[in-house]
């Protein structure tokens, strides 16, 4: 399996806990935030009836936002946000497995511009990203940086929502200051996990020689 084609089956397989991430936003919303929307009785029929449109909702918020834009959501930067583009300056020589020596005896010239390190970083993710670590690392990174994106697009959208249902102004920056902390939250998760990604790949290679594959 090709590394693009890896991360397109990771990503079908992160649906299930973006709904779920979904789903447990909408029982927040309306039990918390704004009770008054529905009563206890109905919550069974409504949780029901939402079932089937939230993989929906969540496959086109997800699609709205390009991938370097949510990777600028996550790391906070306009130009060279993917975390690979400093992969050789910063994040290999911060984590204690990587011996910065071999690694560089292993894949040739180190870069030190952003696009080339992520360049560079990309072709030896290729070789390796069948690895489990890999992998892992790099569905808990797509997983937490779409939740991300997501998150922060219902900031505003939910807030307006309930304002438009007749909901307090209470009601509405609760609502605001829930999905802010979340998006935080998933934000901070992803970059962890984006850096553990680029960190992962760079570690084998600096244990050993990989080819190029064919």
């Known amino acids: 399996m090709t590394a693009a084609a890896r991360s397109q089956v990771l ?16 029982g927040v919303i309306f039990l918390f935030v704004a009770p008054g929307l529905v009563q206890a009785d109905t919550f069974t029929a409504l949780r029901a009836s939402l079932a089937p449109v939230l993989p929906v909702a969540v496959l086109i918020l997800n699609g709205l936002i390009s991938h370097e834009t949510k990777a ?3 790391y906070w930067k306009l130009t060279n946000p993917l975390p690979g583009s400093e992969a050789f300056t910063r994040h290999a020589p911060a984590d204690a497995r990587i011996d910065m020596a071999a690694l560089k005896r292993n894949v040739g ?6 696009a080339d390190q992520n360049a560079k970083w990309y072709k030896l993710y290729r070789r390796v990203s069948g690895d489990p670590a890999v992998v892992e690392a790099h569905r808990l ?3 937490y940086r779409d939740m991300a994106a997501i998150s922060i697009m219902l900031v505003p959208l939910v807030p307006a929502a ?7 102004g209470m009601a509405c920056a609760a609502a605001s200051a829930l999905f802010a902390v979340q998006y935080l939250l998933c934000a901070i998760s992803a970059r962890h996990s984006g850096i553990r990604l680029v960190t992962n790949v760079l570690a084998i290679h600096a244990t050993r020689k990989v ?3 064919p």
């Not at 010239?109 to 952003?114: E, Y």
């Open 11 to 26: 990503k079908a397989g992160n649906i299930k806990w973006l709904v779920m991430l979904a789903m447990l936003d909408a």
């Open 72 to 74: 600028r959501l996550v």
């Open 109 to 114: 010239v180190l870069p030190t511009d952003p």
């Open 141 to 143: 990174y797509l997983l």
């Open 162 to 168: 309930l304002f438009h249902a007749g909901s307090s």
């Open 211 to 213: 080819a190029a594959a």
